[in-house]
T-cell receptor
Framework: EPEVTQTPSHQVTQMGQEVILRCVPI?????FYWYRQILGQKVEFLVS????????KSEIFDDQFSVERPDGSNFTLKIRSTKLEDSAMYFC???????????????FGSGTRLTVV | RKEVEQDPGPFNVPEGATVAFNCTYS??????FFWYRQDCRKEPKLLMS???SGNEDGRFTAQLNRASQYISLLIRDSKLSDSATYLC???????????FGQGTTLQVKP
């Protein structure tokens, strides 16, 4: 099964700058997710996205965050004004099938390491 | 109480050993259960889903006890390549949101 591709693999940005993280899932999948992992901590849910709309978001996913699927294949996470505490690995994920089918688990992308300085 | 709780370890075992990891979850409405494996600074990779009847995949056996809200993973005949962090993961709700444990680190030594 094709993997989920994320770009860039590593991004360094200055505090207050906007960043856009990209994910290329399979186009016929409808359910996508963003998770993050601060170094040394657990993986945390950010947002789920279904049929071009947010279906659930966590407390972490505040007004500084947004998600889009602008062209039907790429899936983006934007952080408008980065803070030092946004430094983390960000993982995109999709279901194993074209539905939510959570019983079958997810495929995670290889992640983007975001470093805010 | 943490939503998903695991002993962080590390577990240091010799090759060929059998090792067991445990996990508890707090939400009785949890619907799906998984073990993921994560190598250092890599993405989580699905190791196996966990079913109420218990399930086995080669050297790996997973068990679920819904009454006790407890999940386990048994690894037999440990290999050096099994060295990783093992993540206990649960799902509840309809959106597919996964809740991760902190992970248990396994180091298999020659």
């Amino acid at each position: 099964e094709p993997e989920v591709t994320q770009t860039p693999s590593h991004q360094v940005t200055q505090m207050g700058q906007e960043v856009i993280l990209r994910c290329v899932p399979i186009s016929n999948h409808l359910y996508f997710y963003w998770y993050r992992q601060i170094l040394g901590q657990k993986v945390e849910f950010l947002v789920s996205f279904y049929n071009n709309e947010i279906s659930e978001k966590s407390e972490i996913f505040d007004d500084q965050f947004s998600v889009e699927r602008p062209d039907g294949s790429n899936f983006t996470l934007k952080i408008r004004s980065t803070k030092l505490e946004d430094s983390a690995m960000y993982f995109c994920a999709r279901g194993k099938t074209t539905g939510p089918q959570v019983n079958y688990g997810y495929t995670f992308g290889s992640g983007t390491r975001l470093t805010v300085v | 109480r943490k939503e998903v709780e695991q002993d962080p370890g590390p577990f240091n075992v010799p090759e060929g050993a059998t090792v067991a990891f445990n996990c508890t979850y707090s939400n009785s409405a949890s619907q799906s259960f998984f073990w993921y494996r994560q190598d250092c600074r890599k993405e989580p990779k699905l190791l196996m889903s966990v079913y109420s009847s218990g399930n086995e995949d080669g050297r790996f056996t997973a068990q679920l006890n819904r009454a006790s809200q407890y999940i386990s993973l048994l690894i037999r005949d440990s290999k050096l390549s099994d060295s990783a962090t093992y993540l206990c993961v649960v799902n509840y709700g309809n959106t597919g949101k996964l809740i991760f444990g902190q992970g248990t680190t396994l180091q298999v030594k020659p």
